[in-house]
């Protein structure tokens, strides 16, 4: 699976939107990006995820670059709820792989 | 849907002794579930992939004789920490995969609330 590159930590102002970023350069053609976030002390949570167009869900949108070496993951209104670490996975088919996770963003909205 | 239970949510032992953790799948059948282990400010780590009705696969580094794992139904996956020791005290994670021939999220997975272990 492709390897990820993350911020390790950002900050946001609630009701603001959160854009986080992921550089996946060496992604393949079949590997799609997907983003999960982890509240403390709790299991990892699916967010979103994508191939190669824009997805938007109700929980936010995931936008992948032309060239798909990089995707932003935007929370567009983010309430103190919102704080977590996000992570940003690669991997080969839709479902078939295994999840392997990084490091994360670190994510905290503040007051 | 797609709801994954763990069984307990926490537990504390004493060093030596055996803790089984229990992983169900609540409202979908899972062939195949994942136990993932983290350590305070560290990423999730994989740890094994569990079969039904065969031997899970360990990662690189991960004891199969210390961390037993038995997948005997589909919707039921245990991992064993046999003889605990304090460096095993973790937050355990499973996961459960919807089956490759569902439609939708195909294959996607679904993770538990966690199981925070500590070995006195």
């Known amino acids: 699976d492709a390897k990820t590159t993350q911020p390790t930590s950002m900050d946001c102002a609630e009701g603001r939107a959160a854009n986080l970023p992921c550089n996946h350069s060496t992604i393949s053609g079949n590997e799609y990006v997907y983003w999960y976030r982890q509240i403390h002390s709790q299991g990892p949570q699916y967010i979103i995820h994508?191939?190669?167009n824009n997805e938007t869900n109700e929980m936010a949108s995931l936008i992948i670059t032309e060239d798909r070496k990089s995707s932003t993951l935007i929370l567009p209104h983010a309430t103190l709820r919102d704080t977590a670490v996000y992570y940003c996975i690669v991997r080969a088919y839709q479902g078939a792989q295994k999840l392997v996770f990084g490091q994360g963003t670190r994510l905290t909205i503040n007051p | 849907g797609a709801v994954v239970s763990q069984h307990p949510s926490r537990v504390i032992c004493k060093s030596g002794t055996s803790v089984k953790i229990e992983c169900r799948s609540l409202?979908?059948?899972?062939?195949?579930m994942f136990w993932y282990r983290q350590f305070p400010k560290q990423s999730l780590m994989l740890m094994a992939t569990?079969?039904?009705?065969?031997?899970?696969?360990?990662e690189q580094g991960v004891e199969k004789d210390k961390f037993l794992i038995n997948h005997a139904s589909l919707t039921l996956s245990t991992l064993t920490v046999t003889s605990a020791h304090p460096e095993d005290s973790s937050f355990y994670i499973c996961?459960?995969?919807?089956?490759?021939?569902?439609?939708?999220?195909?294959?996607?997975?679904?993770f538990g609330p966690g199981t925070r272990l500590t070995v006195l």
């Open positions: 409202d979908f059948q899972a062939t195949t």
């Open positions: 996961s459960a995969r919807l089956p490759l021939t569902s439609g939708g999220r195909i294959g996607e997975q679904f």
């Open positions: 569990s079969n039904e009705g065969s031997k899970a696969t360990y």
């Open positions: 994508g191939l190669k």
